[in-house]
């Protein structure tokens, strides 16, 4: 079966300071992959997606950018946090024909 | 307008009770809609998928699409408390791997013991 891992779970940052978060999947291979933001009251909105290695499209114009360097590799990173980067990211996976299936989260504050 | 609206809620109701939550959309190319259960501080969880029109019951849950109201339906029987959660839609116009899905803002429901 498959499964997804995010890691950290929760991270606290100062402003300014860079990010790097990680999912991967396994028990599936060339899956789709999605980043997306959770805020309170306001639903989930998708940062990036991936169809396949090196390929990123990108939703929304931010302070976030995303790789893929592996098949089942999904990376968000920042160069400088914003207090506005604080939320609850969630990576999901999806296979063909498939909806999408999504990870455990990180929470992360920035102070 | 949104294209997804749900209503936030919170909603309580007594342990047993039958649960109704809904959705309306503006999307008539909307053809695949999901429930997902998210529990507090966890990623949302695969409730139930369904394509176009109709019911489908999976246990103490059962989803109902009437796409000519543009409105879907999640119904729980029995409910337990296990069943407190944010309960967001879903939807998206075809299956692809790629096709984005479209989300309501959750309802959160609580069951009172």
């Known amino acids: 079966s498959q499964t997804i891992h995010q890691w950290p779970a929760t991270l606290v940052q100062p402003v300014g300071s860079p990010l790097s978060l990680e999912c991967t999947v396994e028990?599936?291979?060339?899956?789709?992959l999605y980043w997306y933001r959770q805020a309170a009251g306001r639903g989930l909105q998708l940062l990036f997606y991936?169809?396949?290695?090196?390929?990123i499209s990108s939703e929304v114009p931010q302070n976030l950018s995303a790789s893929r360097p592996q098949d089942r590799q999904f990376i968000l990173s920042s160069k400088k946090l914003l207090l506005s980067d604080s939320g609850f990211y969630l990576c999901?996976?999806?296979?063909?024909?498939?909806?999408?299936?999504f990870g455990p989260g990180t929470r992360l504050l920035v102070l | 307008q949104k294209e997804v609206e749900q209503d936030p809620g919170p909603l309580s109701v007594p342990e047993g009770a039958i649960v109704s939550l809904n959705c309306t959309y503006s999307?008539?190319?909307?053809?695949?809609f999901m429930w997902y259960r998210q529990y507090s501080r966890k990623g949302p969880e695969l409730l139930m998928y369904?394509?176009?029109?109709g019911n489908k019951e999976d246990g103490r849950f059962t989803a109902q699409v009437d796409k000519s109201s543009k409105y879907i339906s999640l119904f729980i029987r029995d409910s337990q408390p296990s069943d407190s959660a944010t309960y967001l839609c879903?939807?998206?116009?075809?299956?692809?791997?790629?096709?984005?899905?479209?989300f309501g803002t959750g309802t959160r429901l609580t069951i009172i013991p």
């Open positions: 999901a996976w999806s296979g063909l024909g498939e909806t999408q299936y």
């Open positions: 028990g599936t291979s060339n899956p789709n």
């Open positions: 991936s169809v396949g290695i090196g390929q």
């Open positions: 999307n008539s190319a909307f053809q695949y």
């Open positions: 369904t394509y176009s029109s």
């Open positions: 879903a939807m998206s116009r075809a299956n692809f791997g790629n096709e984005k899905l479209t």
